[in-house]
């Protein structure tokens, strides 16, 4: 794989040499091409526009992070690993609750829109009330689901690996 990257850098590098070498010398006088003014600007946006994306998603993380410190869902999660004394459990109590915590919202949105189109009767404390619970119920059996699939994956995929390997390896004999 390396090799071939160095022979594609050479190639690329030596187009690039011959090609260099059958310019013209270049007029100092001659501004910049309009074409290459327009893919300029239009590079230029487009890193301006992929900047203004990233910042967005660092604020939404960094929202949501400060949302589950806040809501004391970490800590919880390190609080169950540590009295359990596996880090398996800390993370597996951290993937239910932000998996909760995560789909609350969407239920809550999703009852206020079916509530308008349907016209349903309900009142906003109704709502938030509903579709919390809603929300935590879906979530928890989302989370359920996930890890029950990890589990899964992880005995059929990974388990029989470490198998093979701890049988390769030398037992101490006292």
Do not use: N
């Not at 969407?106 to 919390?132: E, K, M, P, V, Y």
């Amino acid at each position: 794989m390396k090799a071939a990257l160095l022979i594609l850098l050479f190639l690329i590098g030596g187009a690039i040499a011959l090609q260099a070498a059958d310019l013209p010398p270049r007029d100092p006088s001659d501004d910049l091409s309009p074409m290459m003014a327009g893919f300029l600007v239009i590079g230029l946006c487009l890193a301006l526009f992929l900047f203004g994306v990233g910042l967005v998603l660092a604020a939404i993380v960094a929202a949501s992070a400060g949302i589950m410190i806040a809501l004391g869902v970490i800590s919880s999660a390190a609080l169950v690993g540590l009295l359990q004394r596996r880090l398996s459990a800390g993370v597996r109590a951290l993937h239910y609750q932000v998996l909760v915590v995560a789909v609350i919202p969407g239920a809550i949105g999703a009852l206020w829109l079916a509530s308008h189109l349907f016209d349903l009767h309900l009142r906003t404390s109704q709502i938030l009330t509903i579709g919390a619970l809603a929300g935590a119920g879906v979530g928890l059996l989302f989370a359920f689901a996930l890890d029950v699939a990890i589990q899964l994956s992880y005995r059929r995929f990974i388990a029989p690996g470490l198998a093979s390997e701890a049988a390769r390896l030398p037992t101490a004999r006292t």
